[in-house]
């Protein structure tokens, strides 16, 4: 015989260079007070001011708002490889006085992202899924309690 060779040994460089070709895709979630933080964090870890254009509003404003949920997207590339970065951020939980149920639209928003994912997973059309799940989640605690 004179091939003793498969071929299925180099899958692993096979999938690893179709991966670097296309990209990764990864979602944040920053939860905390404001003030803590957060902002600061994401822009030190992944170099690149994510949040440039983003006014900030008067503590007055801050006390009347309820928990949002924004988004923001970049693409970075290092040496080749690309990153689509996603950051949930949340301003507004536990800025209230009463932060009892500042978790629940968070809990909601995770949830509907995962549900929407397995539905697009379950579908007949797999090809191009957005994957708007949350990989990671950073909780920030506040230091005085």
Sequence with gaps: MAADYIGFANLPNQVHRKSVKR???????VVGESGLGKSTLINSLFLTDLYSDRDIPPVSERLKKTVDI????????????????????????????DNSECYKPILDYVNNQFNTYLKDESGLNRRNIVDN??????YFISPTG
């Design 70 to 97: 924004e988004s923001s997207t970049v693409e970075i590339e290092e040496r080749g490889v690309k990153l689509k970065l996603t950051v949930v951020d949340t301003p507004g939980f536990g800025d209230s006085l």
């Design 133 to 138: 799940r949350i990989h990671c989640c950073f």
């Design 23 to 29: 990209g990764f895709e990864f979602t944040l979630m």
